[in-house]
């Protein structure tokens, strides 16, 4: 995943830089990094800081990775859970998993709380079926009894992400849980083209490439599809033995990502 990784102090190297397109987006998350930066200075005024963020898109539309670069940028700790991860038969299990991440969080403070995923654990309670019922309950009420429990002294942001966020309980959506909404698109054409910059500096390419024109033959796409097409090219690459990347190999890997198979038409092995 985009050679992102945790350092040994949980926090991770990603900023805003890495993220190609939702600027709107960028601008609005200074706050919540200042605020991580520095807890006090909310406290000591007296504001209310963002405590519970909802972010709302489709897979890989790179809500993830925003999350990861609020935590970045703020240089602090960031806990990641999949939903499903909390997901158990046996009871109680996953209300000690909510529990126990929380707990690790309140001791890092300042950090970030990502779930992915949330809506496994908070869909609406009457479309949980009866299979686990109980366990479901429990764990979504730790998470609520977790995200009331915030104060602006605890130093926490909690983020959530789903696909579905009409399928989320109610009671995760009522005033002072999750403050704020996150939507996340897919990216427009100008917006596929920085993805493809960001992912193709990583790489050997021919300077001269027309990432613009190759943006507008990505149609579609999302930012973890770009980044396997890279990715694709890379490998494509390595086989014809070339130095550097070039467009040919980008489109090959465009075909590669949406067909799933070898390009018939840039395929020269
Ligand atoms: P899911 O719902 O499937 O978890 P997601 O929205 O959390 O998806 P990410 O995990 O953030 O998606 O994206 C996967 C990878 O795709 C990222 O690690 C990154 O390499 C790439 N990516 C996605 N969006 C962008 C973007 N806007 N700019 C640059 N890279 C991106």
Do not use: W
């Not at 709107?24 to 706050?31: A, G």
């Not at 890379?234 to 090959?252: F, K, L, N, P, T």
């Amino acid at each position: 995943q985009s050679g992102v990784s945790a350092r040994k102090d949980g926090t991770v190297n990603v900023t805003l830089e890495d993220i190609g397109g939702l600027e709107n987006i960028k601008e609005d998350l200074d706050e919540i990094i200042r605020f991580l930066k520095d807890p006090t200075t909310f406290t000591k005024v007296g504001a209310k800081p963002p405590k519970g963020i909802l972010m709302e898109g489709g897979p890989g539309v790179g809500k993830t990775l925003l999350a990861k670069a609020i935590a970045g940028e703020a240089k602090v700790p960031f806990y990641s859970m999949a939903g499903s991860e909390f997901v158990e038969i046996i009871v109680g299990v996953g209300a000690a998993r909510v529990r126990d991440l929380f707990k690790r969080a309140r001791l890092n403070a300042p950090c970030l709380i990502f779930v992915d995923e949330i809506d496994a654990l908070g869909t609406a309670r009457a479309s949980a079926g009866t299979r686990g019922t109980e366990e479901h309950e429990q764990t979504l009420n730790q998470l609520l009894t977790e995200m009331d429990g915030f104060t602006p002294d605890t130093g926490v942001v909690f983020i959530g992400a789903t696909n579905r966020a009409d399928l989320l309980d109610p009671a995760l959506l009522r005033p002072g849980r999750f403050d704020r909404k996150i939507e996340v698109n897919k990216p427009n054409v100008d917006a596929r083209q920085k993805i493809l910059q960001i992912h193709l500096s990583k790489r050997n390419v021919n300077p001269d490439i027309d990432t613009a024109r190759l943006a507008r033959n990505l149609p579609g796409m999302t930012g973890a599809e770009i980044a396997s097409v890279v990715n694709e090219a890379a490998v494509h690459c390595v086989r014809r033995e070339g130095s550097q990347i070039e467009e040919e190999d980008v489109m090959y890997g465009s075909d590669r990502v949406l067909y799933g198979v070898r390009g018939k038409a840039h395929d020269k092995d």
